[in-house]
């Protein structure tokens, strides 16, 4: 009888160890995109770069008839000309 308790015990004990264990292991959920946030200097204020935002700017630079390169990669004079565009054309929900 003594052997039987001592079986269950030992598995109650690495039960007991395993379980904080694995609960680490597994991946928290998370928003799967990553957020940047810019900085418009002029306008001093911050502005989330997200789908909405990337649209925005691919219609900015249709409207220009330019043709599309990274935001980030843009001369700060084009990117001081988005954000002006950008306050006088806020979105509509």
Do not use: C
């Not at 990337?54 to 409207?63: H, K, M, N, S, V």
């Amino acid at each position: 009888m003594h052997r039987s308790y001592r079986i269950v015990a030992a598995l109650f004990l690495a039960a007991a160890i395993a379980a904080p264990v694995s609960m680490m292991a597994a991946p928290i959920p998370q928003e799967a995109s990553v957020q940047v946030r810019v900085y418009d200097r002029d306008h001093k204020d911050y502005h989330n770069w997200d789908d909405r935002e990337d649209r925005a700017y691919r219609g900015f630079l249709t409207e220009r008839h330019e043709t599309y390169r990274e935001y980030n990669k843009q001369k700060h004079k084009m990117q001081n000309q988005y954000w002006n565009w950008r306050h006088e054309h806020p979105d509509h929900d």
